[in-house]
């Protein structure tokens, strides 16, 4: 089943809080060279992830939450340019493609 993505208000917020735009955001969630970690497990009521991804504007972090937990439909919550630490981590997971 294939990923839909949608923006939330609150979302939208964040990301110019943190001077992402939303097509970076877009960006990073399909990118080639993407790593995507999960939050929670099966027991936890709400599912978080986020996809740290190298894209035109530079190396994002988006945050995402299912939003409901019997599709594929994530709610973009969040998002930011990612820092030094992340970078030097996605850079040595990446290495090789994507990974989820």
Known sequence: MEERYSFTTDGLHNLAVYGVSPTHAWSALTALRRVIRHLGD?????????????TDGG???VFLAESDRDDNDWDI????HMWPDEVAM???????????
């Open 42 to 54: 099966e027991l936890d009521e709400t599912d978080v992830k986020l996809v740290f991804a190298q």
């Open 59 to 61: 190396y994002v972090v």
């Open 77 to 80: 919550i969040a998002a930011r």
């Open 90 to 100: 996605f850079e040595k997971l990446a290495a090789g493609g994507s990974q989820s």
